[in-house]
């Protein structure tokens, strides 16, 4: 494998990928998994948690639904607010409530309508007290364990190589920590 020609890896990630197989700590296989997670992230961005939780198992679509079902009536407020303090127009708001997916989820209709994505949105949302993350929302809910939220977070940060390896227990912190330093890679 010629990992120069890999696009997608900084040089730092290069390295040390480079130092890790010729050593043996990872294989080509477990290096070749990461590019594709790599290629997707690069390619779609990275998973939203809900989504992230349902591909593994730890919850249904149902239950992500639940969600966005209780807090619909609040994001929908905090729209209204939206179009009184002028950010986004009557006929904005209008698109976003024809939306099917307004009546469910009124955060994937306003990203239906390219006015705003789920990210800002939620960013937007965030020092709101009375809505709940939801992380916060199914550990309350008895829905997850706080151990799985806490390792779904840990796995939707993961953007590069080392987070990577680290994530998923392939190579010990102290090793890459060394192969830092050796390599002056600081």
Known sequence: MDI?????LTEREKKIARRLLDDGSITTGEFREFLVKREKIDTVGKMHLGDLLI????????TLDDFFTENNRLYLDLLGQMVDGGYISKEQ??????DKASKLNVVAALENSKIMTRENFIRLCANRMDLFKLGEWL???KKIEPEILKRALAEQHVNNLEDYL?????????????????????
């Open 139 to 141: 550990v309350m809910r």
């Open 93 to 98: 708001y209008a698109t976003i409530l024809k």
């Open 166 to 186: 680290l994530h998923h227990d392939m190579v010990a912190k102290e090793r890459i920590a060394e192969l830092v330093d050796v390599m002056g890679l600081h």
């Open 4 to 8: 120069e020609k890999i696009e997608c």
């Open 55 to 62: 591909k593994d198992g730890h919850i249904t679509r149902e």
